[in-house]
């Protein structure tokens, strides 16, 4: 392998350790907004289609506000336990038995994060016009919680809230043409020792050339 202009191990670790926190997260440590801005500067790195950087952060630590979009996401709980029942496997069914468990406790995590984009697609956009859409966003959500991850932080990238996305937009005051991405709960993580999760072997999904080979 050629030289790496990085150090791969503690690379290797982020990028294998960054998981979807919710019950380590430390709820009494506030959270500094300069730490939040940090992290949002090094997601503005991430790629744009056409450059158009159209990413905006709402940022709450209201405790009103942060309740009110608290109680909005605990009414995705029973469907959070439809979806327990029907789990295809045991990592998947504790997923969700985690997801319901922190869904009453979202309102007190110290710091609610909503990644929006400016301008709202056409009801019957086109799929590349969906794709350049959201992986104008999503990558800078990624980086965004990476960051955070070498930090000292966790977040859980989550979208149950868009379920309801009419009431948590006037919860919030949002215009009609911004739209919100996903909710990221984000706090100090109790413990920085995060393991890498269970995934099938990377041939098992991989192609090379031709989809019927592997
Ligand atoms: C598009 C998307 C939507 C998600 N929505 C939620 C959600 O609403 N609530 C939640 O607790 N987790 C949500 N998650 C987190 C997943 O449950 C989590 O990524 C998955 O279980 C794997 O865990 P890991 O991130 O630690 O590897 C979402 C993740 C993605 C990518």
Excluded at 114 to 120: A, D, M, V, Y
Excluded at 178 to 190: G, R
Excluded at 203 to 210: A, G, Y
């Amino acid at each position: 392998m050629s030289e790496s202009p990085f150090d791969l191990e503690t690379v290797d670790r982020l990028l294998s350790t960054t998981r979807s926190v919710r019950r380590r997260l430390d709820y009494d440590r506030p959270v500094e907004r300069e730490v939040l801005l940090d992290c949002i500067r090094l997601s503005q790195q991430a790629p744009t289609a056409t450059n158009s950087q159209g990413w905006r952060w709402l940022v709450i630590d209201d405790p009103a506000k942060k309740r009110g979009l608290g109680d909005i996401y605990a009414r995705g709980i029973p469907l959070l336990d439809e979806m327990s029942k029907s789990a295809k496997d045991a990592q998947t069914a504790m997923v969700y038995n985690h997801a319901r468990d922190f869904a009453s406790r979202l309102g007190d995590v110290p710091v609610l994060v909503i990644p929006c984009l400016e301008g709202r697609l056409d009801a019957d956009a086109e799929h590349v016009h969906i794709t350049s859409y959201y992986g104008s966003v999503y990558q800078a959500v990624w980086s965004f919680q990476l960051a955070l991850r070498s930090r000292g932080l966790g977040s859980v990238f989550t979208t149950m809230h868009l379920t309801f996305e009419e009431e948590s937009r006037e919860l919030l005051g949002l215009p009609e043409n911004v739209v919100q991405t996903a909710l990221l709960p984000v706090a100090y993580t109790v413990g920085m020792d995060f393991k890498p999760a269970d995934r099938p072997a990377p041939e098992s999904i991989t192609h090379f050339n031709d989809w019927g080979a592997s």
